[in-house]
């Protein structure tokens, strides 16, 4: 078995050792052997002849725990007792709860906060049903709504194997800018109900955030949501990392002296995210896009069957390029990649224009991988945390949300979206930027404050933010999770 590589969990060995037959180098040397990478050693319990120890070890996956554990218990003279994933011991309980922000200590907390002083609450939202986002957590919560059917790389999984993908959504949501998000996954994947279920419960919510919804039917939930609803819908596989990419492509053309509107521009994968990609490069500039699938290119002037193809089709292609994507690639400027892996070679990008851009995002093995790709280009962006320059949503959905919810914005706009996607490229400066970091950290809590005040600015500029006083950009001065809101 090849020994994998880019270390993604870990893992806790719980080992009984026999004194007098092994030494911990012999387990420590198994180990290495096996690819493993000991981060903390603890010794457990220990008496005259034995030693039980805890280590624990980064690994990929778990064929790759699997190996190391074999390797481990081939150890003469040691039993292994015990083995803890440490991404399962995270999750146990799930990753988020609720907490009172208001502590109840005596009688007169408890009738404020539940009856009878909460009838005037009531009563006061009843006449004017706007004042809910002021007196309720409407004013600062989204749903994170998901059916299960295109949850990361996993596929048609079902909502409660879903659940912990929108946990972790909530998070981060959470985390970087203080926006309250609740995961709701849904058993169901037919359209309608879908939408009359989100319907049924936007009331509680300030905003929903689409995610992990299969394609096609993502783009009419997401189109009907946004017509019947008068809080921002936004499905992040979409547009977020439509926006982040355009971010990236932004800085790396700037980098290499060239321009949107002159590049020959080549995208692998025409689903939910390929689409808006596609669109977002439209209205940035982009002039000359190819959109390739598994048929080949999409062919200006051919008719479709999908409904999205057939858009594309209208508004692509310029030049009525057919064939694959080894031959609508010839002479291109950038690669874009929301596809497969290895769909992409190295005789690919030789033939693309000189100093190739090569975007290739797919999850968790991108279409080329960089270590191959690297001899031959001159900017390479991935969306995977082990390499430079990562294309990563997180860049992009909590600013967003943060800022339709700071000015109560009715929807997010084209406008909005395009104003994230330079904002996020603003953090970094001239002096930064190099091949190697076109993309700021999403650690950065600069991206989050420019994020949320260029989508402020654009949706009073668009005429859809509902805040009669314009919310201050001082209130973002502290780290993100500090907001005053």
Known sequence: ???????????????????????????????????????????????KTTTIRDITVNVYDHKHTDLIVQA????????????????????????????????????????????????????????????????????????????????????NIGPEAAMPVMEGKAVLFKQFAGVDAFPICLDTQD????????????????????????????????????????????????HGTAVVLLAGLLNAVKLIGKRLEDCKVVICGIGAAGTACSKMLLTAGVRNLIGVDRAGAIVKGEVY??????WYAEHTNPERLSGSLSEVIRGADVFIGVSGPGVLKVEDIQRMAADPIIF???????????????????????????????????????????????????????????????????????EELNEYYIIPSVFNHTVVE????????????????RKTVRPDSSTTTAKPYQLTL
Request: glycine share 6%; aromatic share 4%; net charge negative.
């Open 1 to 47: 078995m090849a020994i994998p590589s880019g270390a993604t969990t870990s893992i806790i060995l719980r080992l009984e050792m026999n004194k007098e037959t092994t030494s911990f180098g012999q387990i420590a040397i198994a180990i290495s052997d096996a690819g493993g990478d000991i981060i903390a050693i603890d010794v457990n319990r220990s008496d």
């Open 191 to 238: 359209t309608e109900e879908i939408i009359q279920i989100v319907k049924a419960i936007a009331p509680s919510f300030g905003g929903i955030n689409l995610e992990d919804i299969s394609s096609p039917r993502c783009f009419e939930i997401e189109k009907r949501l946004i017509e019947e609803l008068d809080i921002p819908v936004f499905h992040d596989d979409q």
């Open 305 to 310: 069957e999908n409904e999205a193809w057939q």
């Open 72 to 155: 481990v218990g081939a150890v003469t003279g040691v039993k292994v007792i015990h083995v803890s994933d440490q991404t399962f011991l995270l999750h146990i309980g799930g990753k988020i709860e609720m907490t009172p922000k208001t502590p109840i200590k005596n009688r007169d907390d408890l009738s404020r906060v539940y009856t009878p002083g909460v009838a005037k609450i009531c009563m006061a939202i009843h006449e004017k049903k706007s004042r809910a986002h002021s007196l309720t957590i409407k004013r600062n919560t989204i749903a994170v709504v998901s059916d299960g059917s295109a949850v990361l790389g996993l596929g």
């Open 450 to 465: 420019r994020v949320r005040d260029a989508v402020i600015q654009a949706a009073y500029e668009s005429g859809v933010a």
């Open 360 to 430: 290739a995002m797919a999850n968790p093995t991108p279409e080329i991988l960089p270590e191959e790709a690297e001899p031959y280009v001159r900017i390479m962006a991935t969306g995977r945390s082990d390499y430079p320059n990562q294309i990563n949503n997180v860049l992009c959905f909590p600013g967003i949300f943060r800022g339709v919810l700071d000015c109560r914005a009715s929807r997010v706009t084209e406008e909005m979206k395009l104003a994230a996607a330079k904002a996020i490229a603003s953090v970094v400066t001239d």
